[in-house]
């Protein structure tokens, strides 16, 4: 299809779709070309999750998606990709050290201890859950490598700020390429770098946190008195100023509204989609989300969805439905992918008992909002 000319015209276009609502990336499965087809085709845009995928994973994912579109469907979509600890440039240099890195082996072993003392057995040892750098540089590559060669239409990066020679890369190849951040100071840094465009997540939304230095405290302020801070940082024009989508928490059309009103150019929606039958979402997490919204379970008194902020299930703090497993390990060590690697077989056979207390069942604020309904249909209830 015929694009602007102009690459900040271009990004645009891509970016800020006719319905401002994009279906966000939601890695471990939700995320399908199916749903982001089904919302894009309906005016919305959307990303596929990168996270936790391979190179020809994606490209499978891409080609997919391409297919459900059509040769001239819109190319209103991305794909999300997470930042490994490699390529980060976020991470303060004192986090690196030989003393910080054996520190970290320590309290992932010490945390292997907790969950072995608790009955968790087979866990891998803390030595085999040691992410290699040469892997993950060369894994990121692969990717990029991928989004030249098929010529993804944006790319967005979480867990990290990649260096300025990324977006550079990327930008030659045609590629619009953001950032997710959580303040002013991120979305800052990340223009610095090159980023098109800029996700600015807010703490209510499910799922992990985007926080560009993975030791981090998440920021808790709302996501409407961020936005006009980064507002400040990315400009006001409404042709000129680097594009921003915000995400978290959007559950109504009037959360939507809110977030337009308060700064964002477009709104990022995940938890949303989890019951649509287009979403890949498990069937443990369904059931979770379902009972949630209506209110027989993760559910308080007053029929909203209870949450928090853990760190228990991948060693990044992430929102999830409040379980019991989060509330026996309150400390778990700020260590991403080594947590994630540590629990995975725990998790997946809860998941397969359905003992929904040991599964991470990612949701946003928003989760008593969530219904089972086609992606077109909550689409249109997020529509302002």
């Known amino acids: 299809m015929t694009q602007p000319s102009h690459p900040d015209d271009v990004t645009r276009a891509r970016l ?15 995320s399908t070309p199916e749903l982001v087809a089904a919302v894009v ?12 995928r391979t190179a020809a994973q994606m490209r499978a994912q891409v080609d997919a998606l391409r297919a ?54 087979d866990l891998p040892t803390a030595a085999d859950v040691v992410p290699d750098p040469d892997a993950e540089r060369a894994d990121f590559d692969a990717l990029l490598t991928a989004a030249e060669e098929q010529a993804w239409p944006l790319v967005s990066f979480t867990f990290g700020l990649p260096a300025a020679d990324v977006f550079a890369r990327l ?39 985007g926080t560009s230095d ?5 920021p808790r302020a709302e996501l409407p008195a961020v936005l006009p801070a980064v507002r400040d940082v990315v400009g006001t024009g409404a042709t000129s100023a680097v594009p921003v989508v915000a995400a978290g928490g959007v559950g109504t059309a009037e959360d939507v509204r ?33 009972a949630c919204a209506a209110g027989t379970r993760f559910s308080a008194d007053d029929g909203r969805a209870r949450t928090g902020l853990t760190r228990a299930y991948t060693g990044r703090w992430a929102r999830s439905l409040a379980t019991a497993f989060m509330a026996e390990h309150p400390d778990a060590p700020a260590a991403y992918p080594e947590v994630n690697v540590l629990t995975k077989g725990l998790r997946a056979a809860a998941a397969a008992a359905g003992d929904l207390e ?27």
């Not at 085709?41 to 936790?52: D, E, P, Q, S």
């Open 358 to 384: 040991r599964v991470h069942l990612w949701a946003g604020t928003e989760a008593h909002r969530v219904r089972e309904a086609p992606a077109v249909d909550v689409l249109a209830s997020l529509t302002p």
């Open 16 to 30: 800020i779709p006719p319905v401002p609502v994009a279906v966000a990336p939601m890695a471990g499965g939700p």
């Open 171 to 209: 930008a030659a190849a045609g590629i619009p390429a953001g950032a997710t951040v959580t303040d002013a100071t991120e979305a800052r840094a990340a223009l610095e770098h090159g980023a098109a465009f800029l996700v600015v997540q807010g703490h209510r939304a499910g799922g992990h946190r």
């Open 214 to 218: 993975p030791a981090a405290e998440p």
């Open 68 to 121: 459900l579109l059509g040769a001239e469907g819109p190319d209103r979509w991305g794909v999300n990709l997470f930042v490994p600890d490699a390529v980060n440039t976020a991470i303060p240099d004192a986090a690196r050290t030989e003393a910080a890195r054996s520190a970290r082996a320590a309290a992932v072993a010490a945390y292997r201890a907790d969950l072995t003392a608790d009955g968790a057995a």
């Open 41 to 52: 085709g309906a005016g919305g845009g959307g990303f596929l999750a990168g996270g936790m």
């Open 258 to 290: 809110a977030l337009l009103t308060a700064g964002a150019d477009a709104v990022s929606a995940g938890t949303a989609f989890l019951l649509t039958p287009e979403a890949g979402t498990s069937a443990a997490h369904r059931a979770a989300v379902a």
